[in-house]
């Protein structure tokens, strides 16, 4: 059954590439635009990032489904749901009962697609470095921190947490000095992470706050340094680059539930430091990620731990986040990515929602813990501050880094977290059905697709 499931979805997917390859057809690929042409203007320069979010986007398997739906398949967060729903991209079969392997064809999706987008921001790099426009360093800054955010992703989903073991084998890190088709070995853990910060650092020193929230602008490269200075356990980068990043007055949080329902219904927010676009042009339906309700398709449902975490009374999440199934099975399915901008109920299309990568509430967890682990003073201050702005008075107990993991766990559900969290806290999980990973476990670090093995030789990881 589960290969009948996986083979109908694969040709779904054809279908969709069947129906855009005039598009594709019509567009000159970029390497086949001349550099000293393509990189002499800002619109050619827009024109080549925008490709890089377009190849992201571009299909089920990469920042559409795959970026939200595979890590949050592999935590305690949500169980499974009614037997007879569906995903498009069948997750919920495929990774969600622990046992994948590397022919899983998301595992495989999201691997392919990711270093195709770098491939494109490697080329913006190594041309856009020589053009002669005077603005260039801004361009090639946002391609520098596309190709940083691209490796880190690939990271979190292929090797172990950094501070479990740094020394461990990673992915391969592909540079602008590489050629386009030559077989690299995986780095190390801490080659990677090395490599993601010296791009992010040296993208932040020529970025410019020139781009809305559909582009990596400074404010998000800040953002992205905290969130990578944090995991690594480096908390005092972590906090200066979270507060740096909240000086951008463009960027707050929201402080009501209709300015909260707004985001998550209507992608509008100024919450959201850096998304990707979805409209009702592109492909796909990501509004139907984890749950259908227009079909009637729930193939998850919340966990009664994560439920329990919240004041269902007072704290405006939840009614946002969460919706009773209306199958009667007394649970809760995610709702959180449900979008209603695009979608279409009376012909039952669940539409496209942008996928929101970076947000303001994350900067405030992200103070709040560092600051705590490290024996700061913020950690209460920046708690306080996002919880009364979700409608819950300030803290008054005694475990204040507890509290702060809850309510990180609380803001961030479904958006990946809470997989990331696991691993480099080095924690494990059971489900109520009993299934789940112990510490450390060597499923945190998803296998490389059997497709790259093949093609470049490179080494497997443990477990598989």
Known sequence: MKNIM?????????????????????????????????????????????????????????????????????????????????????????????????????????????????????????????????DKDQYVAEALAQRALLHYDL???????????PDALAVPYRLDTDELLVK???????????????????????????????????????????RVYHETGDYENAMKFAKEAL????????????????????????????????????????????????YFSFPYYVSDDLINLYDQENDIRFDIYFESDPLGSGNYYPEKHVGMRTSDYDNFKPGSVDVKLIRVPELYLIIAEASERSGGSDGLTY????????????????????????????????EGFRFTDLKRLEMGFTRPDGSGLEANSTKYALPIPKLEIDRSGIQQNPGY
């Open 184 to 226: 690299k070995p995986r780095n190390t853990v801490q080659e990677v992470i090395t490599n993601v910060l010296d791009d992010l650092n040296a993208a932040e020193k020529m970025a410019t706050n020139d781009v809305n929230s559909y582009r990596i602008s400074k404010t998000a490269i800040q953002a992205l340094l905290a």
């Open 155 to 165: 990271y979190r989903f292929f090797a172990p947490a950094y501070n479990v073991n």
């Open 247 to 294: 000086k951008d007055t463009r960027y707050a949080l929201n402080a009501d539930a209709a300015s909260l329902e707004n985001q998550w219904r209507q992608d509008d927010s100024d919450e959201i430091i850096f998304r990707i676009r979805f409209d009702e042009t592109d492909n796909g339906s990501n509004a139907a990620l984890l749950a259908i309700p227009l």
């Open 383 to 414: 708690l306080n501050t996002l919880r009364n702005a979700r409608g819950l008075g300030d803290y008054a107990g005694s475990d204040l880094l507890t509290e702060i993991m809850n309510e990180r766990r609380r803001e961030l559900a479904f």
């Open 6 to 134: 996986k083979f109908t979805y694969l040709f779904l997917l054809l279908l969709v590439f069947s129906a855009c390859e005039d598009e594709f057809i019509e567009k000159q690929p970029l390497d086949e635009v001349s550099p000293e042409t393509l990189f002499e203007t800002e619109a050619g320069f827009r024109t080549a990032l925008d490709g890089v979010y377009a190849t992201m986007k571009t299909d089920f398997l990469g920042y559409n489904f795959c970026i939200y739906s595979i890590p949050e398949a592999i935590n305690d967060d949500i169980i499974a749901g009614n037997e007879r729903g569906f995903t498009f991209e069948n997750t919920h079969v495929d990774i969600y009962p622990l046992d994948y392997d590397f022919e899983d064809f998301q595992i495989e999706g999201f691997w392919t697609f990711a270093y195709e987008a770098i491939n494109n921001a490697n080329s913006i790099i190594k041309y856009g470095q020589n053009s002669s426009l005077r």
